[in-house]
């Protein structure tokens, strides 16, 4: 593995990842800023100077940043999540140098022109109208709100329309001021690239990047409790959540075997259950969300308004018998599936730079994969088993459900009561 690592003069890490053998470059720059660095009247903010950076800088107007990175047939797209924001081109070789000088552009010389952020708080307000017609989407924002209430962590990186439409250019350049800080910024190119040459690129480009590093993030809190959504629906889609584990606890990768286990894939204990065995879903599968301090592991069925009790009953049942009967079989398993995920990113030059960038953020370097590999197979079962129960007894779970009335009283009732005689 050619993986090479600089930290320029201004405090900006750049790692690079060669692949020879390639004809094409990833590039991204990864800031560790996200919708829970929010602060009060900003709630959507990260999410919208993101859409803002494609929309005309000192240098580019909007539509020059499009026909110049298409024009030669590279791609230029960004993504906000919780904690992070990115923002990545994927060209050919030759074109690494024009793919970092937009990408840099874009994040030093941005003018947020007054009617283009009309124009694009418009765009994000339809984003958000399209995320709560699809129940399937919005159910994750709502147990992320029941699990964190009343924390910029706990809502949705979107934004309301309410909160979207009273944001300013003022505040964006203050956000922006705040947190794209080269002490928690990540240069990461992967491909067909030379090492010397992007450091040298990012030199030039990047030197008017803010130094230093933002405040901390306020503490997470988990809250659990329940909410529900009705509307008129032919499925019912329901969220059970449970305090997981940060990045940095030890017992991480036991949660992920854990998550893998009780419903990661087609031969997990909950597809198996509820699809293969009993019918009552499409749809069934959990998932684990680790973040800096905390973690939210969940449980996402769609199912018919009728059998959301049996559903509720069934993933606790599972969830326990998980807890406290998984096999060496099953262990070994989401063993081969998380050291697959791992190593299969590695081949795809996009995914890789990001997972070389995360991994710089989360723990200050680059991961070795034997490393990690060497983790994963240090699993036990009984190191899984424990992750699993601990699930149960860290806090009170969240609840979270969109659908007919019917079903979704049906659901909390059971899963309320499941959980008093947990407790």
């Given at each position: 593995?050619?993986?090479?690592?600089?930290?320029?003069?201004?405090?900006?890490?750049?790692?690079?990842?060669?692949?020879?053998?390639?004809?094409?470059?990833?590039?991204?720059?990864?800031?560790?800023?996200?919708?829970?660095d929010e602060r009060e009247g900003e709630h959507g903010l990260s999410h919208l100077l993101e859409h803002m950076a494609f929309k005309g800088t000192r240098r580019r107007t909007a539509r020059a940043i499009a026909e110049e990175i298409e024009?030669?047939?590279?791609?230029?797209?960004?993504?906000?999540?919780?904690?992070?924001?990115?923002?990545?081109?994927?060209?050919?070789?030759e074109d690494a140098g024009l793919g970092l000088d937009i990408l840099a552009d874009i994040l030093t010389e941005s003018v947020f022109e007054a009617d283009e952020l009309t124009r694009e708080k418009s765009v994000i307000l339809q984003e958000i109208g399209a995320a709560n017609d699809t129940p399937d989407d919005i159910v994750f924002d709502h147990v992320q709100a029941v699990a964190f209430a009343d924390q910029p962590i706990g809502r949705s990186?979107?934004?309301?329309?309410?909160?979207?439409?009273?944001?300013?250019?003022?505040?964006?350049?203050?956000?922006?001021?705040?947190?794209?800080?080269?002490?928690?910024?990540?240069?990461?190119?992967?491909?067909?690239?030379?090492?010397?040459?992007?450091?040298?690129?990012?030199?030039?480009?990047?030197?008017?990047?803010?130094?230093?590093?933002?405040?901390?993030?306020?503490?997470?809190?988990?809250?659990?409790?329940?909410?529900?959504?009705?509307?008129?629906?032919?499925?019912?889609?329901?969220?059970?959540?449970?305090?997981?584990?940060?990045?940095?606890?030890?017992?991480?990768?036991?949660?992920?075997?854990?998550?893998?286990?009780?419903?990661?894939?087609?031969?997990?204990?909950?597809?198996?259950?509820?699809?293969?065995?009993?019918?009552?879903?499409?749809?069934?599968?959990?998932?684990?969300?680790?973040?800096?301090?905390?973690?939210?592991?969940?449980?996402?069925?769609?199912?018919?308004?009728?059998?959301?009790?049996?559903?509720?009953?069934?993933?606790?049942?599972?969830?326990?018998?998980?807890?406290?009967?998984?096999?060496?079989?099953?262990?070994?398993?989401?063993?081969?599936?998380?050291?697959?995920?791992?190593?299969?990113?590695?081949?795809?030059?996009?995914?890789?730079?990001?997972?070389?960038?995360?991994?710089?953020?989360?723990?200050?370097?680059?991961?070795?994969?034997?490393?990690?590999?060497?983790?994963?197979?240090?699993?036990?079962?009984?190191?899984?088993?424990?992750?699993?129960?601990?699930?149960?007894?860290?806090?009170?779970?969240?609840?979270?459900?969109?659908?007919?009335?019917?079903?979704?009283?049906?659901?909390?009732?059971?899963?309320?009561?499941?959980?008093?005689?947990?407790?």
């Amino acid at each position: 593995m050619t993986l090479r690592l600089t930290r320029l003069d201004n405090g900006l890490t750049v790692a690079t990842h060669a692949m020879p053998e390639l004809k094409t470059a990833a590039l991204g720059v990864w800031v560790d800023a996200g919708a829970r660095d929010e602060r009060e009247g900003e709630h959507g903010l990260s999410h919208l100077l993101e859409h803002m950076a494609f929309k005309g800088t000192r240098r580019r107007t909007a539509r020059a940043i499009a026909e110049e990175i298409e024009a030669v047939g590279g791609d230029l797209n960004a993504a906000t999540s919780v904690e992070t924001t990115a923002y990545f081109a994927h060209v050919l070789a030759e074109d690494a140098g024009l793919g970092l000088d937009i990408l840099a552009d874009i994040l030093t010389e941005s003018v947020f022109e007054a009617d283009e952020l009309t124009r694009e708080k418009s765009v994000i307000l339809q984003e958000i109208g399209a995320a709560n017609d699809t129940p399937d989407d919005i159910v994750f924002d709502h147990v992320q709100a029941v699990a964190f209430a009343d924390q910029p962590i706990g809502r949705s990186i979107l934004g309301t329309p309410g909160s979207v439409r009273a944001l300013g250019r003022d505040q964006l350049q203050a956000y922006l001021d705040r947190h794209y800080l080269t002490g928690q910024t990540v240069l990461a190119a992967v491909g067909a690239v030379d090492h010397d040459q992007i450091v040298a690129a990012a030199h030039s480009c990047l030197s008017g990047f803010g130094q230093g590093l933002p405040p901390e993030p306020p503490a997470a809190l988990w809250q659990g409790g329940v909410r529900l959504d009705p509307r008129d629906l032919d499925q019912t889609h329901l969220i059970l959540g449970f305090e997981g584990v940060s990045y940095h606890d030890p017992a991480y990768f036991a949660l992920q075997a854990f998550t893998i286990v009780a419903g990661g894939g087609m031969s997990s204990r909950l597809f198996q259950e509820v699809r293969e065995k009993r019918g009552l879903a499409y749809s069934i599968y959990s998932f684990h969300w680790p973040y800096a301090d905390t973690g939210l592991f969940g449980v996402y069925v769609g199912t018919d308004q009728g059998d959301t009790g049996e559903v509720t009953r069934v993933i606790a049942d599972e969830l326990a018998g998980a807890g406290a009967g998984i096999t060496l079989a099953e262990v070994a398993r989401a063993k081969a599936q998380m050291k697959a995920g791992l190593l299969m990113a590695m081949e795809r030059p996009t995914t890789r730079a990001e997972q070389i960038a995360r991994q710089i953020l989360i723990y200050g370097r680059p991961l070795d994969p034997d490393e990690i590999v060497a983790k994963i197979d240090a699993l036990t079962v009984e190191d899984v088993r424990n992750a699993g129960l601990a699930l149960t007894t860290r806090a009170k779970p969240a609840f979270a459900g969109v659908g007919p009335a019917g079903g979704l009283e049906t659901a909390a009732s059971m899963a309320e009561s499941l959980w008093r005689s947990a407790a």
